[in-house]
């Protein structure tokens, strides 16, 4: 049935394939769409990066199928193939749990209401809130959402981004990610831009009644994109310090009146205690200034029937820039001096988490022994359990802490205490990328100390675990002149790029880890693989151009050291971002040259045991390249030996993919029946894999196969 595709729907589409999901469905539907632009105009188009270029491509490929039927349902049928079901908006978990102490706050949740409820007319609803560290903004953004569920029933999606403070703050694009990760949006399905993504997320909440609520934001870049343009979608900002210059309603956390400081104090550590103490009440007050976390690091005091305040703090006020410093220091010395030792050299490093080994690590304790004395700070209201027998310290906390550590304990002390949880990190991220990627020679051998992995997901699952704290370190290490290991970790950062697609994550690593091998270990080896992997990062991220400039560095120090493998790799990654632009001659080109380099490498040689199936690889990208060229007896060819070597090989989902790619030539070539024999076989092999993002890609292929003419 003829079927009509406008100008709009085409443009349209090659917006959302070019600015798509960066998964396995997402790529292919882009090499197949390039190889459908190349059938209908006769030549090859490179992929389009602006409005106009979509739009003028649109129009060329209009013109065509308005004059021929068969090419009018073919695209048609690919319009179709685009995931529809990604702009779904799921509610998802919604906010923590709120705090149990909640005290006034009654203007500000009175503002927040406002805010919420008032007329749209035509101004987003934006309101930030802020205060000073531990005052209780966060406090007061979970109790108010927390009443507001009938109001926003299409869900409420918390963002907390204490994990990126400082330099090393969270990039606007990597929010948009979090939040659309929230938002229920699948790794295969998550647009690789910043652009790309804010339009999904407009997509999602269009038309919807949702609370965004974005906690510990540094900065009005951070959160800009996700003003709603929806009246029935709330922003809350959440900024742990002074306001910033975002157009938004904002709502300044005050310090808590004596009053209500009292009912905390109350709240936290009953009647009996705060009346034992009425003497004290009038210093504590002054002390705490209203800050709510002061408050309840004194009510501990309270509860063991103590001085809520140590005979010396006067002069802790004196010296006390901030309300929480004082607290800090009076809850140091309750804790045994072990324990409070401990807590100030794990805050040296500025971890992002903190569990037992790597609190042993820093204090030269037994994992046992740390983790009761970790138990015991967070009693004192000094650490926060997270999850999984995990800690944290508050910002203001934890530079409390260090500073105290750089005056109780010596320099050698305090360096010593980072270089062993740095190097403890790069242990555990050294067994957990081996036993992730436990063939691949871009990451080391697992080191002969320490604990291996069970199996691939136990290795990759601890990686994860360890990911903010690993990327911490690259940083943490080049700050104590450790810069081999600086490097090393970051080389270690691979299996969490390659198969976990965090590539914001580590891609602030990367540019400084690959940056620090420039100027530290010009044409080395490790500098070559930085270079790789960062240009692997960019590659999928879309910045095409910046990958090549890094593939060429690659490339120098590969050659420089004579290292073939690493040489051959970096190009077949050139050849990769070429497919990936519709550059089919040149990705060609590239996949060819990688085979000449691979086939230079004898027996014995470096790297020998890799070369068969490296070739199997470059053999299927130059098929997939020359189906886009059109050569689609050279392009089978190519595909099929590729296909008889992961089935010899028992690589089921290579096998599959290599699959796959047959029948995408067999389609374009006009071979329907060979194509729907290549799906029926891929299909079988990935069944078991439960590769469903694939399996529903086949079944899209063979939706296009069976209404081919």
């Known amino acids: 049935m003829f079927e009509v595709v406008t100008v709009g729907a085409l443009a349209a589409?090659?917006?959302?394939?070019?600015?798509?999901?960066?998964?396995?469905?997402?790529?292919?539907?882009?090499?197949?769409?390039g190889a459908q632009v190349r059938r209908t105009l006769g030549w090859g188009a490179p992929l389009p990066d602006t409005e106009e270029e979509r739009e003028d491509l649109a129009c060329r490929v209009h013109i065509r199928v308005s004059a021929d039927r068969r090419q009018a349902d073919e695209w048609a049928l690919l319009l179709r193939s685009l995931p529809r079901d990604a702009a779904?908006?799921?509610?998802?978990?919604?906010?923590?749990?709120?705090?149990?102490?909640?005290?006034?706050?009654?203007?500000?949740?009175?503002?927040?209401?406002?805010?919420?409820?008032?007329?749209?007319?035509?101004?987003?609803?934006?309101?930030?809130?802020?205060?000073?560290?531990?005052?209780?903004?966060?406090?007061v953004a979970l109790h108010w959402g927390a009443g507001q569920a009938d109001r926003f029933p299409d869900g409420q999606f918390y963002v907390d981004l204490r994990d990126g403070a400082g330099e090393h703050r969270v990039a606007p694009a990597a929010v948009l990610g979090r939040l659309l990760e929230r938002m229920g949006v699948e790794p295969d399905r998550m647009p690789p831009t910043g652009e790309a993504r804010e339009e999904l997320y407009r997509s999602l909440t269009a038309g919807r009644r949702a609370l965004v609520v974005i906690d510990h934001a540094c900065t009005a870049a951070q959160v800009r994109a996700l003003i709603p343009a929806t009246p029935e979608v709330f922003l809350l900002v959440v900024s742990s310090g002074p306001a910033f210059a975002l157009e938004a309603e904002r709502v300044a956390v005050p310090p808590l009146t004596d009053r209500d400081a009292v009912k905390l104090l109350r709240r936290v550590a009953g009647q009996e205690p705060v009346t034992r103490a009425k003497r004290h009440m009038p210093a504590l007050l002054d002390h705490c200034a209203g800050n709510a976390y002061a408050l309840k690091v004194a009510a501990t005091r309270l509860l063991t029937e103590e001085a809520p305040l140590p005979d010396d703090a006067e002069e802790t006020m004196e010296r006390s820039v901030h309300p929480v410093r004082g607290l800090v220091h009076a809850a140091s010395r309750r804790l045994r001096p072990e324990t409070a030792r401990l807590c100030r050299l794990v805050c040296l490093g500025d971890w992002p988490e903190i569990d037992a080994q790597l609190a042993g690590w820093a204090a030269q304790v037994a994992p046992d022994e740390a983790a009761r004395m970790l138990d015991e700070a967070a009693e004192a209201q000094l650490a926060e359990p997270t999850a999984e027998g995990r800690y944290r310290f508050r910002p203001e906390v934890r530079r409390a802490l260090a500073d105290a550590a750089g005056s109780q304990e010596t320099v050698p002390v305090c360096v010593a205490a980072v270089s062993r949880v740095v190097q403890g990190l790069l242990n555990r991220a050294l067994h957990g990328?081996?036993?992730?990627?436990?063939?691949?020679?871009?990451?080391?051998?697992?080191?002969?100390?320490?604990?291996?992995?069970?199996?691939?997901?136990?290795?990759?699952?601890?990686?994860?675990?360890?990911?903010?704290?690993?990327?911490?370190?690259?940083?943490?290490?080049?700050?104590?002149?450790?810069?081999?290991?600086?490097?090393?970790?970051?080389?270690?950062?691979?299996?969490?790029?390659?198969?976990?697609?965090?590539?914001?994550?580590?891609l602030p690593a990367l540019r400084f880890a690959a940056g620090c091998a420039e100027q530290h270990s010009p044409r080395s080896r490790i500098t070559g693989a930085l270079h790789f992997q960062l240009a692997h990062c960019l590659g999928e991220l879309r910045y095409h151009d910046e990958a090549d400039g890094e593939i060429e560095a690659a490339l120098a120090c590969e050659r420089a050291v004579g290292h073939l493998r690493g040489e051959a790799s970096a190009v077949e990654l050139?050849?990769?971002?070429?497919?990936?632009?519709?550059?089919?001659?040149?990705?060609?080109?590239?996949?060819?040259?990688?085979?000449?380099?691979?086939?230079?490498?004898?027996?014995?040689?470096?790297?020998?045991?890799?070369?068969?199936?490296?070739?199997?690889?470059?053999?299927?990208?130059?098929?997939?390249?020359?189906?886009?060229?059109?050569?689609?007896?050279?392009?089978?060819?190519?595909?099929?030996?590729?296909?008889?070597?992961?089935?010899?090989?028992?690589?089921a989902y290579n096998h599959a993919r290599a699959l796959t790619d047959l029948a995408e030539t067999l389609h374009d070539e006009g071979d329907q029946a060979g194509a729907l024999e290549a799906i029926a076989e891929a299909e079988r092999l990935l069944t078991p894999e439960k590769a469903t993002t694939h399996l529903r890609y086949l079944a899209d292929l063979r939706r296009r196969c069976e209404g081919a003419p």
């Open 574 to 651: 050139r050849g990769l971002l070429r497919l990936a632009s519709w550059r089919w001659e040149e990705a060609f080109e590239c996949f060819t040259e990688a085979e000449r380099l691979y086939r230079l490498i004898t027996p014995g040689q470096e790297g020998a045991a890799d070369v068969p199936r490296a070739l199997a690889l470059a053999t299927r990208h130059q098929g997939r390249a020359l189906r886009g060229m059109r050569e689609f007896a050279r392009s089978r060819a190519r595909l099929v030996s590729a296909r008889d070597f992961f089935a010899e090989a028992g690589e």
């Open 13 to 33: 589409f090659f917006g959302a394939v070019g600015n798509g999901a960066a998964g396995e469905l997402g790529k292919r539907l882009l090499l197949s769409t």
């Open 433 to 506: 990328a081996h036993a992730a990627l436990p063939q691949s020679w871009r990451v080391e051998p697992a080191p002969a100390e320490g604990t291996a992995y069970a199996d691939e997901a136990d290795g990759m699952t601890a990686l994860l675990a360890d990911r903010a704290n690993v990327l911490r370190a690259v940083f943490v290490a080049q700050e104590y002149q450790q810069t081999d290991t600086a490097l090393r970790l970051a080389r270690a950062l691979w299996p969490l790029q390659l198969k976990a697609g965090h590539f914001d994550d580590v």
């Open 88 to 139: 779904e908006l799921r509610p998802g978990a919604g906010l923590p749990p709120a705090t149990r102490h909640f005290t006034d706050r009654e203007s500000v949740v009175r503002q927040l209401q406002r805010e919420a409820r008032r007329a749209a007319g035509g101004r987003p609803r934006v309101a930030l809130l802020h205060g000073p560290p531990g005052i209780g903004t966060s406090a």
